[in-house]
Nanobody, 125 residues
Framework: QVQLVESGGGSVQAGGSLRLSCTAS????????MGWFRQAPGKEREGVAA??????NYADSVKGRATISKDNAKNTLYLQINSLKPEDTAVYYC????????????????????WGQGTQVTVSS
């Protein structure tokens, strides 16, 4: 059974930075895709960033401001977001899945089997 636990969320002012972490327990194959998604109140869940075989993909909304990375030895996924904006406010979820994808297809939530509980990020102006 795979479990994903996010941490690192919080409240920051616009222009600030956060690094989110997602620690996986259970076995995550190195071939799995892993991603970060977010959901703001009243909005659909959207893909933010994904990584598979060291290939990364980003939503246009965070491109240039976010970096997704993975430490296989620690079973941990990271998301660094800089220059935070109020519109980045959302619950951020970590996800993992045995999916083969490329480009923006890796940002589709339905491709992922395992989800964390989420961590809140609030950006004030």
């Amino acid at each position: 059974q795979v479990q994903l636990v996010e941490s690192g969320g919080g409240s920051v002012q616009a222009g600030g930075s956060l690094r989110l972490s997602c620690t996986a327990s259970g076995y995550i194959y190195n071939s799995y895709s892993m991603g970060w998604f977010r959901q703001a109140p009243g909005k659909e869940r959207e893909g933010v960033a994904a990584i598979n075989a060291d290939i990364t993909n980003y939503a246009d909304s965070v491109k240039g401001r976010a970096t997704i990375s993975k430490d296989n030895a620690k079973n941990t996924l990271y998301l660094q977001i800089n220059s935070l904006k109020p519109e980045d406010t959302a619950v951020y979820y970590c996800a993992a899945g045995n999916t083969v994808c490329a480009g923006s297809l890796c940002l589709q939530a339905e491709r992922y089997n395992y989800w964390g509980q989420g961590t809140q990020v609030t950006v004030s102006s």
